[in-house]
């Protein structure tokens, strides 16, 4: 079983110092996902069917563990590779694509807290640059939002005295009792985080050893998923804790990450529920959220599946917030997919940290920690401080992370940003997935230079170098300035048709947008200029009496004084012409054809 981690089997090869009778050689177990071309017979039967009768083809025996949505099915299959099963699903004639179902990983480093303050919600000055200035935005917004963020994660502690009275029900999606350890079979509506621990009993279970990369390394219950979460919403002016970012932001918790990590599989049927798609065999999410966080990626260039996955959910209006991975290295799935909006991590300074990935695919760059100019036993100067349970493997007590635990990791920049969106829609609501990641860029402060560094993708010998726009995103998250923005007036044109019949009125109505003060309908192209009825209303009707495509455009003008335009296209056809005869206008071109064919006849006859 093909898994993805970053831990090494640092024992590997201390069994050739003993002598001893040969260890057994594992059998590799296939996890594929498998999408079915719309013409495909197999579409006909039912899914279970389905995989049965495409290991049938190649010679195997397969079967399906699951269905991320209706068109994709989880195959599984033994003695042979995820790699090569996929490969040769992916060469049958019906087969769209068959992509490996593989691990993903959690994005924070090694969790060693060190915090005793929230320094990157601060406005920022001369030492810390990349602060984001989110109490600038409180001022502007009041802390207030009802806006839904889908942390996508390890599960959460509902019990932790900040984040209670924030946390929707969620779902757990890890299907595999293995790697879920929660001692519950398969999916159900428990988001609760057991714990991701991997304990000596633990690697003595080769299946579950071997889902974790044949690692021989333990390690305690990370409850990153808390940790996450806290960072978006721990409840403010409580008395207790830490604030998060985002106000009165709901957090949805979606449990897709174990023991080992999290399948593909499992993260995209999360991804589709929290954004409010179907997902077989599962009730609807009546909590759809406006924001995926995906604190966690792996290797590898975006897979179709994802590619689909994504493309689904901005569709349905929900912004997706990745990580661009810890690896000093290209940017990591699915933070490199097209329309996901994945985030770098920088030091305080503004230059990015040692550890983050970068590359063309990210979108802007926020504060991941950094331990900085820290001797032995010296606490470290700007990590995280975020909720926690005490427990080392099952759970305790909750508290949280410490100033002498190292809290730092791309995992905590991306929540920062998904915050920043959530207050952005708190001010505004009408605001679209498109503008959201638009207004979050336009208000990306721009980075400093440390002459010290070289200009990225040149790195020093820890992976620092001098952001650019090419590797880093647009700047640094500027969580007042995105705010700011979005509290600009917006536009957009409701049709109560696109396509019309000459002479027909169709109505055309402007979009919520707060402060609206004044409206300008207007028409860019078109055979012929048209007719408004309300120029200048927020509601009016066009008419043309010639066949054609129109663009028009509304000009929207908010009480500041800031504009904003959307355009539409309707079709405008031509009537139906009458069949039938009697009572209509007579059409003398026609007649005058038919009188001349007439004489020509005739003078053919007397010739």
């Given at each position: 079983m093909k898994v993805r981690v970053r831990l090494c089997a640092a024992l590997a090869g201390i069994g050739a110092l003993f002598a001893g009778p040969a260890t057994a050689v594992e059998t590799p177990e296939a996890r594929v996902i498998v999408k079915l071309k719309a013409s495909s017979p197999l579409k006909q039967i039912q899914a279970a069917s389905r995989v049965q009768s495409?290991?049938?083809?190649?010679?195997?025996?397969?079967?399906?563990?699951?269905?991320?949505?209706?068109?994709?099915?989880?195959?599984?299959?033994?003695?042979?590779?995820?790699?090569?099963?996929?490969?040769?699903?992916?060469?049958?004639?019906?087969?769209?694509?068959?992509?490996?179902?593989?691990?993903?990983?959690?994005?924070a480093l090694p969790n060693d807290p060190l915090f005793n303050h929230q320094w990157y919600l601060q406005a920022p000055d001369a030492t810390q640059p990349a602060a984001t200035d989110a109490l600038g935005a409180w001022n502007l917004t009041g802390g207030k939002s009802g806006v839904v963020v889908a942390v996508v994660d390890t599960g959460v502690r509902f019990e932790h005295e900040d984040l209670r009275a924030k946390l929707l029900p969620g779902y757990d999606f890890v299907l595999d009792d293995l790697n879920s350890g929660d001692g519950q079979a398969g999916r159900d509506a428990d988001a609760s985080d057991p714990g991701d621990y991997l304990s000596t009993a633990?690697?003595?279970?080769?299946?579950?050893?071997?889902?974790?990369?044949?690692?021989?390394?333990?390690?305690?219950?990370?409850?990153?998923?808390?940790?996450?979460?806290?960072?978006?919403?721990?409840?403010?002016?409580?008395?207790?804790?830490?604030?998060?970012?985002?106000?009165?932001?709901?957090?949805?918790?979606?449990?897709?990450?174990?023991?080992?990590?999290?399948?593909?599989?499992?993260?995209?049927?999360?991804?589709?529920?929290?954004?409010?798609?179907?997902?077989?065999?599962?009730?609807?999410?009546?909590?759809?959220?406006?924001?995926?966080?995906?604190?966690?990626?792996?290797?590898?260039?975006?897979?179709?599946?994802?590619?689909?996955?994504?493309?689904?959910?901005?569709?349905?209006?929900?912004?997706i917030v990745a990580a661009a991975g810890n690896e000093t290295s290209p940017v990591e799935e699915p933070a490199n997919c097209p329309g996901v909006l994945g985030v770098a991590g920088i030091r305080h300074t503004g230059t990015k940290v040692g550890y983050s990935s970068y590359g063309p695919e990210v979108g802007i760059s926020a504060p991941?920690?950094?331990?900085?100019?820290?001797?032995?036993?010296?606490?470290?100067?700007?990590?995280?401080?975020?909720?926690?349970?005490?427990?080392?493997?099952?759970?305790?007590?909750?508290?949280?992370?410490?100033?002498?635990?190292?809290?730092?990791?791309?995992?905590?920049?991306?929540?920062?940003?998904?915050?920043?969106?959530?207050?952005?829609?708190?001010?505004?609501?009408?605001?679209?997935e498109p503008e959201l990641t638009a207004r979050l860029k336009r208000g990306a402060t721009a980075f400093p230079v440390d002459p010290s560094l070289p200009i990225c993708p040149s790195v020093t010998s820890d992976g620092q170098c001098n952001c650019t726009t090419a590797t880093c995103g647009a700047g640094m998250l500027n969580t007042a300035a995105a705010v700011a923005l979005a509290f600009n007036?917006?536009?957009?044109?409701?049709?109560?048709?696109?396509?019309?019949?000459?002479?027909?009125?169709?109505?055309?109505?402007?979009?919520?947008?707060?402060?609206?003060?004044?409206?300008?309908?207007?028409?860019?192209?078109?055979?012929?200029?048209?007719?408004?009825?309300?120029?200048?209303?927020?509601?009016t009707t066009f008419t043309a009496t010639l066949a054609g495509d129109y663009t028009i455009r509304l000009t929207v003008t908010d009480g500041s004084g800031n504009t904003a335009s959307a355009d539409t296209v309707i079709t405008v056809t031509a009537p139906a012409k009458s069949s039938g005869g009697g009572g209509g206008a007579t059409d003398f071109a026609s007649l005058a054809g038919i009188l001349a064919l007439a004489l020509f006849a005739a003078g053919r006859r007397r010739a």
């Open positions: 495409l290991g049938q083809r190649i010679g195997i025996t397969a079967l399906m563990i699951g269905q991320p949505s209706p068109e994709l099915q989880v195959m599984r299959a033994s003695g042979i590779t995820s790699e090569a099963l996929a490969a040769k699903l992916a060469q049958q004639s019906d087969v769209e694509y068959a992509v490996p179902d593989r691990i993903k990983t959690i994005r633990d690697l003595g279970n080769l299946t579950l050893r071997a889902m974790c990369g044949n690692t021989s390394t333990t390690h305690n219950s990370s409850w990153h998923g808390t940790q996450v979460a806290g960072i978006v919403a721990a409840e403010a002016n409580n008395s207790v804790g830490i604030a998060g970012i985002a106000g009165a932001t709901r957090i949805l918790p979606i449990r897709v990450l174990g023991k080992c990590g999290g399948y593909d599989s499992d993260i995209i049927a999360g991804m589709r529920w929290a954004a409010g798609l179907a997902v077989p065999g599962l009730p609807a999410n009546p909590n759809p959220a406006r924001i995926i966080n995906l604190s966690l990626a792996g290797s590898g260039t975006c897979s179709d599946v994802y590619k689909n996955a994504v493309a689904e959910i901005r569709a349905a209006g929900t912004l991941a920690g950094n331990c900085v100019n820290t001797g032995t036993g010296e606490p470290c100067l700007y990590p995280f401080i975020t909720p926690i349970n005490f427990g080392l493997n099952g759970p305790l007590g909750n508290g949280y992370t410490g100033v002498y635990d190292v809290t730092i990791g791309t995992s905590f920049a991306v929540p920062l940003v998904s915050g920043t969106a959530a207050l952005m829609l708190a001010a505004n609501p009408a605001l679209s007036a917006t536009a957009s044109i409701a049709v109560s048709s696109s396509q019309v019949v000459a002479e027909t009125a169709v109505t055309l109505t402007a979009g919520d947008s707060p402060a609206l003060t004044s409206w300008q309908w207007s028409k860019l192209s078109g055979p012929e200029a048209g007719r408004f009825g309300s120029p200048n209303a927020a509601s």
